[in-house]
């Protein structure tokens, strides 16, 4: 297939990317392992992956670019156009839905004056709605430049982005205070995180995350009382008067196999007409 009709970088951008390329692609046995890294590496010069910087991508790794535009394109994290200098995506997947997500996404693109894609005229918000963030216990949960906003509104969700647009420090519900998105996809793309103080400042997981972990040991949980919901798997004190409590659960009882119920073997001369 014949390459993208695209612009190579300027020399002095491309012996830069070249360089750490370069670095990236050493990192993989194969190299075409190293596509993901150079997507994001070419999305952090120009904050979203443009014909030449999958024209780069390809010659990097002696591919097709029709190979790289299919990763690219598949990929949601990979912008096919501008970037606001913080992109924010709100999740509009059933639980962050019904807990306010849509409303949150339509206010938001009312109070920012674009669509679902578009970048503000200053290049300083861009905004679309996106798939689930795997943190439905902070529903409903915004994303900027992929780091957590819990528990939305859309007041918090407009001040938000006001305060953005100001250039005021903004701290993310878990995490060092935000970068910009080029910044980000650099750190997306393997390269450390050089601000002082960003990795002591990683967050764990909270209350909400760890219920479900706290009731399978047969904890309680706060305001619940003394009551547990799951009985403990060992131990011997007892979650409730039901009889069963205490038993062996499904994954832990015997099954009835050939190896734990030698009555019915499983194997040819066990079956049946022989």
């Known amino acids: 297939m014949p390459a993208l009709p695209a612009p190579d970088f300027p020399a002095e951008v491309r012996a830069r990317l070249e360089a750490d390329a370069k670095e990236l692609i050493g990192r993989y046995p194969v190299a075409r392992s190293a596509l993901l890294p150079l997507l994001h590496l070419v999305q952090a010069e120009e904050g979203y992956v443009s014909a030449s910087g999958i024209r780069f991508c390809a010659e990097q790794l002696e591919l097709t670019t029709a190979e790289v535009t299919a990763v690219a394109t598949f990929y949601t994290m990979y912008r096919r156009k501008p970037a606001g200098r913080y992109h924010v995506g709100v999740c509009t997947n059933t639980l962050c839905a019904v807990l306010g997500g849509d409303q949150i996404f339509a206010e938001l693109k009312e109070?920012?004056?674009?669509?679902?894609?578009?970048?503000?005229?200053?290049?300083?918000?861009?905004?679309?709605?996106?798939?689930?963030?795997?943190?439905?216990?902070?529903?409903?949960?915004?994303?900027?430049?992929?780091?957590?906003?819990?528990?939305?509104?859309?007041?918090?969700?407009?001040?938000?982005?006001?305060?953005?647009r100001a250039g005021h420090t903004v701290l993310p519900s878990r995490?060092?205070?935000?970068?910009?998105?080029?910044?980000?996809?650099?750190?997306?793309?393997?390269?450390?995180?050089?601000?002082?103080?960003?990795?002591?400042?990683?967050?764990?997981?909270?209350?909400?995350?760890?219920?479900?972990?706290?009731?399978?040991?047969?904890?309680?949980?706060?305001?619940?009382?003394?009551?547990?919901?799951?009985?403990?798997?060992?131990?011997?004190?007892?979650?409730?008067?039901?009889?069963?409590?205490?038993?062996?659960?499904?994954?832990?009882?015997?099954?009835?196999?050939?190896?734990?119920?030698?009555?019915?073997?499983?194997?040819?001369?066990?079956?049946?007409?022989?």
């Open 175 to 274: 995490g060092a205070a935000l970068c910009t998105f080029k910044e980000t996809a650099r750190i997306l793309a393997g390269f450390p995180d050089e601000r002082a103080g960003a990795l002591d400042a990683s967050g764990a997981g909270g209350a909400p995350s760890l219920a479900g972990l706290r009731l399978a040991r047969g904890e309680t949980l706060p305001g619940c009382g003394t009551a547990k919901v799951v009985s403990p798997r060992h131990g011997t004190g007892a979650a409730s008067e039901d009889s069963s409590a205490g038993a062996p659960s499904s994954h832990d009882a015997p099954q009835d196999t050939s190896v734990s119920d030698p009555a019915h073997p499983a194997d040819p001369e066990g079956s049946e007409g022989r």
């Open 111 to 164: 109070h920012l004056g674009v669509e679902n894609n578009e970048t503000t005229e200053d290049g300083a918000i861009s905004i679309e709605h996106i798939e689930c963030n795997a943190a439905c216990d902070y529903a409903p949960v915004m994303m900027v430049n992929w780091e957590f906003f819990d528990n939305q509104t859309p007041e918090t969700a407009k001040r938000l982005v006001d305060d953005l």
